[in-house]
C-alpha cells in the first residue's frame, strides 16, 4: 500500500517550511537589518539599496535548507558543579567511597552521599581545609594543583577514633584540553577506607606472635628436661620419673593449643556459612554436663542443672554447640571454683530474633570491668602465669564466641570482683 500526500499538502508543505526556516533565522535577519541601518545612517547608503539586499538575503534565507545555515552548539562548560554540572555529581554520587569536588581554589563543589556520612563538617562552598587539617593531604592537593599528576597518600588518624585512610588526589579531565591550561580546573579526591585491614593485619601478627610464644616456652622446658635426663639424671630413677610427668604435661599443653588452634582455623573458615541442623539445646546442656562432672568433683564444684522438661531446638552444629558450653564450664570450674557452685540455665530469650538464653555462672573472685570487653580476644589472660597452671591456652572464650557468630546468635559477660562471673549464649 502505497501513502498518498493529502490535498493541501502541496501547497501547505513548502509555505511552512518556507516560515519555518525564516522563524529559525530571525535572528540572523534582525541582525543583518541592524548593520544595513548602520550603513545608510553612517555611510550614505541608498535606503532603496538597502532595503533590496536586506529582502534578496531574506529569500534566500528562506529557501536553503537546514544544512547550509547550521548553528553550533557551545561545547560543555565547567561550572560551579562540574562540567556539564550532572556529569560530575552524579559520577560522585556513583561511587561507594567518599568523594569530594574541588575547584582551583580548592573549594568543595560537591561532596557524595558517603563524604556527608563521613566527613559531616565538610561544607559545599567552603575551602576543603576548613574541615581537614592534615598537612600531608593539604600537601598533595597543592602538589596536584602544581603538577597536574594524581596524588595517592595513607592518612592515619587517631582522633576520635584510630582510622587509615587511601587517599587518591587527581585532576578531573577536561574536555577543553590540557588540564592546567582550563579555565575552571576540578579535582577530585576519593577516600578508601583501610581500617579493617590494617586492624586484621594487626591481628594477624599479634596472633603469630602468641602462638609461637604459647608454644616456644613448652618447647624449651622439653629441652631442658630431655638434657638433663641425657646428662646428670640419666641414672637417677627418681628424678626420671619426675621430668617425664612433666615433660607428658608439657606435650599435653601444646598438643590442647594446637586443638584449640586448628578448631579456631576451621570455624573462622566456615563462619559465614549458617549451620543447617537441629540441636535439642536440653539434651546437650546434660550431655556436656556429665562429661565434665569427673573435673567438677575433683575440683570440689557441683554444677546444677536448670532447664525446661520438654526439648528446645535451635538451627546449629551440634559438635561446636557442645565445644561452646563445654568450654564456659570448663571456664567455670577452673577460675570460678572457689564459690563451689556453677549453674547452668536455660529459659526464654528476651532478645529480639533470639528464642533460647544459656546462661553459665560461677561465684568465684570475678574480674575487674576495664577487663571484661577483651576476655574473648585470642590469647587474652588476665593472669597468664594462673591461667598457664590451670593448662588453659587463652583461646576457649575467643572460640566460644565465633561458634556463636557462626550460629547467628549473641554472646555477653557479665562480672565483677567478689560477685563471679556469668556468660550468656543467646540463640535463635
Known amino acids: ?21 525564516l522563524i529559525a533565522r530571525a535572528t540572523m535577519l534582525a541582525m543583518l537589518a541592524v548593520v544595513l541601518l548602520f550603513f545608510v545612517l553612517r555611510s550614505g547608503l541608498p535606503v532603496a539599496d538597502a532595503i533590496l539586499g536586506w529582502l534578496v538575503i531574506a529569500v534566500t534565507a528562506a529557501l536553503l535548507p537546514h544544512s547550509f545555515i547550521t548553528v553550533e552548539t557551545p561545547a560543555p562548560v565547567a561550572t560551579a558543579t562540574g562540567i556539564s554540572g550532572l556529569t560530575v555529581s552524579g559520577f560522585a554520587e556513583a561511587l561507594t567511597d567518599p568523594c569530594l569536588v574541588l575547584d582551583k581554589r580548592s573549594i568543595v563543589r560537591h561532596r557524595n552521599a558517603p563524604a556527608a556520612r563521613k566527613f559531616p563538617n565538610v561544607a559545599i562552598g567552603n575551602p576543603v581545609t576548613f574541615a ?8 598533595a592537593i597543592e602538589s596536584v594543583w602544581r603538577s597536574g599528576q594524581t596524588k595517592i597518600i595513607e592518612l592515619h588518624e587517631t582522633l576520635p577514633t584510630e582510622t587509615w585512610e587511601r587517599v587518591a588526589v587527581a585532576p578531573l579531565p577536561s574536555q577543553h584540553g590540557e588540564w592546567l591550561n582550563d579555565e ?91 549451620p543447617t541442623g537441629s540441636v535439642d539445646l536440653v539434651a546437650l546442656l546434660r550431655e556436656v554436663r556429665e562429661g565434665l562432672q569427673m573435673q567438677a568433683r575433683a575440683a570440689n564444684v557441683e554444677i546444677t542443672l536448670d532447664i525446661p522438661a520438654d526439648a528446645a531446638r535451635t538451627t546449629g552444629d551440634r559438635d561446636e554447640l557442645y565445644e561452646v ?41 570475678g574480674v575487674e ?54 556468660v550468656d549464649v543467646s540463640l535463635p
Not at 326 to 333: G, T, V
Not at 384 to 392: I, V
Open 1 to 21: 500500500m502505497v501513502d498518498r500526500p493529502s490535498p493541501n499538502a502541496s501547497t501547505t508543505g513548502p509555505l511552512t517550511m518556507t516560515l519555518a526556516r
Open 132 to 139: 581537614m587539617r592534615n598537612p600531608e593531604l593539604v600537601q
Open 184 to 274: 575552571n580546573p576540578l579535582l577530585l579526591i576519593t577516600f578508601q577506607s583501610l581500617t579493617e585491614l590494617k586492624r586484621v593485619e594487626a591481628l594477624r601478627t599479634d596472633f603469630i606472635a602468641n602462638a609461637s610464644h604459647e608454644l616456644r616456652t613448652p618447647l624449651t622446658s622439653l629441652l631442658g628436661f630431655i638434657d638433663t635426663l641425657l646428662g646428670p639424671a640419666a641414672r637417677d630413677v627418681a628424678a626420671r620419673e619426675k621430668f617425664l610427668l612433666i615433660m607428658r604435661g608439657q606435650a599435653e599443653r601444646m598438643a590442647k593449643l594446637i586443638e584449640d588452634l586448628l578448631s579456631l582455623s576451621r570455624i573462622e573458615m566456615h563462619q559465614h556459612v549458617r
Open 325 to 365: 558450653f563445654e568450654n564456659l564450664i570448663e571456664n567455670a570450674i577452673k577460675y570460678g571454683g572457689d564459690g563451689k557452685t556453677v549453674e547452668l540455665v536455660l529459659a526464654a530469650s528476651n532478645l529480639p530474633g533470639l528464642a533460647h538464653q544459656i546462661s553459665v555462672t560461677d561465684h568465684g573472685p
Open 369 to 422: 570491668p576495664e577487663h571484661v570487653p577483651r576476655l574473648t580476644e585470642r590469647f587474652y589472660r588476665i593472669d597468664a602465669d594462673t591461667s598457664r597452671k590451670k593448662k588453659g591456652t587463652g583461646l576457649g572464650l575467643a572460640i566460644a564466641k565465633h561458634i556463636v557468630n557462626r550460629h547467628r546468635g549473641q554472646l555477653a559477660i557479665r562480672s565483677r570482683p567478689g560477685e563471679g562471673m556469668r
